[in-house]
């Protein structure tokens, strides 16, 4: 999860609920305002700060939002884009949002092309560095030894090939199995975010932070792992 402060009031991306010490250290930083999800397979906590929190969620079309107190409509990052797959949501089908843009001033959306919604954020350079790319399934980078799990699971993402800077296999594999693009496009995808967006820093939705040259750090490892044919 990464926390945001605009205005004196929190925006949480890529939400996620905290035991008790932790929230009470997240609410000492300002008022949650609103929870961003970038990802369809994510955001299983957003209703729990849409409902006690009263925070607005925001997220992409196709993917299931809170309705907030009093059926309030969800939120979109972006228009509607039904030309994003073929197999998207119809248009017509969906609530009238309440509102359409992103609650963080300066941000970026990039919407990926895929069957299941997903997206990155950019955010504009604080505090004298570089701008900050927000990912959630799209990449990750999770250690050879991750800290703070069991040897199960550690056992199971070296297996699963999920250690190092690369495309997440499991994401990358639903998106095929449920008709989405094919190797040619998926790479299309990475290099199209590259080329729309310069950043410094990188926060993934799994795995550790970038601080510096997460943008040539992102080329490279997509060039190892999808090279180009």
């Not at 490279?220 to 180009?228: C, Q, R």
Request: hydrophobic share 45%; charged share 20%.
């Amino acid at each position: 999860m990464a926390v945001v402060r605009t205005g004196g009031r929190l925006v949480l991306v890529n939400g996620m609920r905290l035991d008790g010490a932790g929230e009470g250290a997240l609410k000492a930083l300002g008022p949650i305002a609103a929870v961003v999800r970038l990802g369809a397979y994510h955001g299983v906590d957003d209703d729990y700060y849409a409902r006690v929190h009263g925070a607005a969620v925001f997220g992409l079309t196709g993917m299931s939002t809170p309705r907030g107190e009093g059926g309030a409509a969800p939120r979109w990052l972006v228009p509607p884009l039904p030309e994003r797959v073929a197999s998207a949501a119809p248009t017509a089908a969906l609530p009238a949002p309440a509102e359409v843009g992103c609650p963080i001033p300066g941000a970026r959306v990039h919407v990926f092309r895929l069957v299941k919604p997903e997206a990155a954020l950019l955010l504009p350079p604080m505090g004298g560095g570089g701008a900050t790319l927000i990912l959630c399934d799209a990449l990750i980078n999770v250690p050879d030894d991750p800290p703070l799990l069991g040897w199960l699971p550690r056992v199971l993402l070296r297996l699963g090939g999920w250690t190092g800077l690369r495309q997440e296999a499991l994401w990358y594999g639903w998106q095929k199995s449920l008709g989405g693009l094919d190797d040619r496009g998926m790479r299309s995808e990475y290099d199209r975010l590259l080329a729309e967006m310069q950043f410094e820093a990188v926060v993934f939705g799994h795995g550790a932070v970038i601080r510096e040259g997460g943008h040539a750090a992102l080329s490279t490892a997509i060039d190892k792992h999808m090279p180009n044919e």
